[in-house]
């Protein structure tokens, strides 16, 4: 397992904030699971690290750390 975290450093939502927005584990068979903080946490479940990057990078405001 992998270990990450989402850092955003522009909330172009303002819903999310920016630094570190999710704690996240990349599976040995590519299967994502991602943590939310804040004030509102919530768990997300994606195939794979290119989905979380695709649905969640802001078009690079936000970085896989």
């Not at 819903?15 to 919530?42: H, K, L, Q, Y």
């Amino acid at each position: 397992m992998r270990r990450f975290n989402l850092v955003r450093d522009v909330d172009i939502s303002g819903i999310s904030g920016t630094g570190i927005v999710t704690e996240g584990v990349e599976f040995t068979d590519g299967t994502v699971a991602m943590r939310w903080r804040g004030v509102t946490p919530s768990t997300g479940l994606y195939e794979d690290v290119s989905d979380v990057v695709a649905i969640h990078g802001h078009e690079g405001a936000t970085r896989l750390v």
